[in-house]
């Protein structure tokens, strides 16, 4: 071990641990036995269940949630897959605000008082803490995240200068959690709202230096479902664990839509 791990290891567990507890929505998709949930539930319903779990001082939501699941009740859903704000897959409602499990540290949360874990709102609840993501990849797909080029490709890289890279940096950075989509009182109005996400990744093209598809995306953006409907409220800034501008990334599309500078 490295002078540098020691010494993180020995903070870590200097950290006192603490008992919290969870109220976690749970909802049982119709076609589960009712049986494979403990006490007996109608199916097709949504209840809460409360926890209690002891926790370090520096565990997560998601180490929180592993450890119901791994010791109390292995029925409990959710997703996640890289535990480090990487792969964006575990977005949840925790204290009615959209975060990461796996950036959000327990003692940030107020743990004297029941911390609330529901799914994001405006998609399908599959079950438990997993939403279908399908309408949300469906609206990403339609904004054509690629890069759209004519001519005859190049031999060698397509040049581009730091203060073109510069222009759309801050929406590569997306990583397709959902949170801010579904923080959107539009979008859970009108489940057919492209919503911010698609909008962050319209803009990570349209303003490349190197693509020629910019026009496209602005056309199907200019739809009764696209950018218009944006009441420029900042749920989706706020939410992004990314910190990404997505309210300005969606007033910098409505601009080229109407100036066509790009
Ligand atoms: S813009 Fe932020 S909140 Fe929205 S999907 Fe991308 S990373 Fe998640
Ligand atoms: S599990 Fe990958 S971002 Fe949280």
């Known amino acids: 071990m490295t002078a540098t791990t020691e010494t993180t290891a020995t903070k870590a567990t200097q950290?006192?641990?603490?008992?919290?507890t969870l109220k976690i929505m749970r909802h049982i998709p119709s076609d589960v036995a009712p049986a494979g949930y403990g006490e007996p539930a109608p199916a097709g319903t949504t209840r809460w269940d409360t926890f209690t779990v002891q926790v370090h001082g520096t565990d997560r939501v998601l180490d929180a949630l592993h450890k119901i699941k791994w010791e109390q009740d292995g029925t409990l859903t959710f997703r996640r897959s890289c535990a480090h704000g990487v792969c964006g897959s575990d977005a949840l409602r925790i204290n009615g605000r959209n975060r990461l499990a796996c950036k959000?540290?327990?003692?940030?949360?107020?743990?004297?008082?029941?911390?609330?874990?529901?799914?994001?709102?405006?998609?399908?609840v599959i079950k438990d803490l997993v939403v279908d993501m399908e309408p949300f990849f469906a609206s990403y797909r339609e904004i054509m995240p690629f890069l759209i080029t004519s001519g005859v490709e190049p031999t060698k890289e397509r040049l581009q200068s730091?203060?073109?890279?510069?222009?759309?940096?801050d929406t590569t950075k997306c990583i397709l959690c959902a949170a801010c989509t579904t923080s959107c009182p539009v979008f859970w109005t009108d489940g057919q709202y492209f919503g911010p996400a698609a909008i962050v990744n319209a803009h990570r093209w349209i303003f490349d230096?190197?693509?020629?598809?910019?026009?496209?995306?602005?056309?199907?953006?200019?739809?009764?479902?696209?950018?218009?409907?944006c009441r420029t409220t900042f749920n989706c800034t706020e939410a992004c664990p990314r910190g990404i501008e997505v309210t300005k990334a969606i007033q910098e599309v409505k601009r080229a839509m109407l100036t066509r500078t790009h």
């Open 209 to 229: 230096s190197r693509d020629e598809g910019a026009a496209q995306r602005i056309e199907i953006l200019n739809d009764r479902e696209g950018v218009w409907r």
């Open 162 to 169: 730091a203060a073109e890279r510069e222009r759309f940096d």
């Open 104 to 124: 959000t540290l327990l003692k940030d949360l107020n743990p004297s008082k029941p911390i609330t874990i529901e799914p994001i709102k405006g998609l399908p």
């Open 15 to 20: 950290v006192p641990s603490f008992t919290v």
